[in-house]
T-cell receptor
């Protein structure tokens, strides 16, 4: 069974801190790994990663994938209170049209002023 | 663009009743997804469509759940009969094929379903 484990479950930081969120996985026939941000409503797509070692970057957020060690990290630099949210990691596995998306339980990030 | 539109936003029903959730994807998107989110199980993919055709429904929990997409701008998720354990937030999402169907998914605001 495919498995996605995120850590830590939650963390509290102060504005300006840098945080690293972790996602490890066990998936048959890995295809992609995705990060989402969920505030009090629907998830918002952040990144999709398919290749090891290539950093994806958007503003203060960046992410990288290690397909050998089966994990990804999401970094947020100079955190702001607006970064407070649940960050979800999902992994797509399988072949062809039968690929499945498995989500982790999420990491709750609280950024204090 | 109005984004993905879902209705109703909240639904409260009694056990045994039929529930129909509705979704309008972003115009031009050719993939549509239905998700369910609960505290216990997190976010789960139920089913997805490509060009109105169901591709993978292996996430649909039971035969009580069914989904249709009669045209490119409308989809329904139906639960009949509903049970209290179906209580959850149901999200619809859409994307435009660009190498990977999950790339740049846009989620609707969700329907919060409560089954008493």
């Amino acid at each position: 069974e495919d498995k996605v484990v995120q850590s830590p479950l939650s963390l509290v930081v102060h504005e300006g801190d840098t945080v690293t969120l972790n996602c490890s996985y066990e998936v048959t026939n890995f295809r992609s790994l995705l990060w989402y941000k969920q505030e009090k409503k629907a998830p918002t797509f952040l990144f999709m990663l398919t290749s090891s070692g290539i950093e994806k970057k958007s503003g203060r957020l960046s992410s990288i994938l290690d397909k050998k060690e089966l994990f990804s990290i999401l970094n947020i630099t100079a955190t702001q209170t607006g970064d407070s949210a649940v960050y979800l990691c999902a992994v797509e596995g399988g072949t062809g049209a039968n690929s499945k998306l498995t989500f982790g339980k999420g990491i709750t990030l609280s950024v204090r002023p | 663009d109005a984004g993905v539109i879902q209705s109703p936003r909240h639904e409260v029903t009694e056990m045994g009743q039929e529930v129909t959730l509705r979704c309008k994807p972003i115009s031009g998107h050719d993939y549509l997804f239905w998700y369910r989110q609960t505290m216990m199980r997190g976010l789960e993919l139920l089913i997805y469509f490509n060009n109105n055709v169901p591709i993978d429904d292996s996430g649909m929990p039971e035969d009580r759940f069914s989904a249709k997409m009669p045209n490119a701008s409308f989809s329904t998720l139906k639960i009949q009969p509903s049970e209290p354990r179906d209580s959850a937030v149901y999200f619809c999402a859409s994307s435009l094929r660009g190498g990977n169907r999950y790339n740049e998914q846009f989620f609707g605001p969700g329907t919060r379903l409560t089954v008493l």
